[in-house]
């Protein structure tokens, strides 16, 4: 039974992904501090804040799709910030393949999950 977000799986694996992010993103060289690294770590952190802000306004079903819209938005800027990663050569392919498919799936979650929320 879901009784707060934090019981969401979506939430769950978009948080974790977020931490990864973070920890990730301190092996960046320091002038990215206020560029790229600010950005990947602001959009990746998006996401889960969206699915509990917007889980606070569940019994308004539109609102909580909208933030969930917010949150697949997030989660795409988040993929390109990957790439620029990857292409800065700031990360190996093999981790960037490894983040690519997580993000990957907590969109197809997000997605889901507005596809099929129904408020009570």
């Known amino acids: 039974m879901i009784k707060s977000f934090k019981d969401l799986d979506v939430h769950k694996k978009s948080f974790a992904l977020a931490m990864e992010i973070f920890w990730l993103t301190r092996k960046f060289p320091k002038e990215e501090v206020y560029s790229l690294t600010s950005q990947i770590v602001r959009s990746s952190r998006s996401v889960s804040a969206n699915i509990s802000e917007g889980w ?21 800027e988040t993929e390109d910030w990957l790439n620029y990663s ?6 190996k392919k093999e981790d960037h393949a490894i983040l690519i498919n997580k993000n990957s799936e907590i969109g197809r979650m997000l997605t889901k999950l507005h596809q099929n929320w129904k408020s009570f």
């Open 56 to 76: 606070a306004k569940r019994s308004y079903e539109s609102v909580f799709k909208q933030h969930l819209i917010h949150a697949l938005g997030s989660n795409s």
């Open 86 to 91: 990857l292409e800065c050569s700031y990360i």
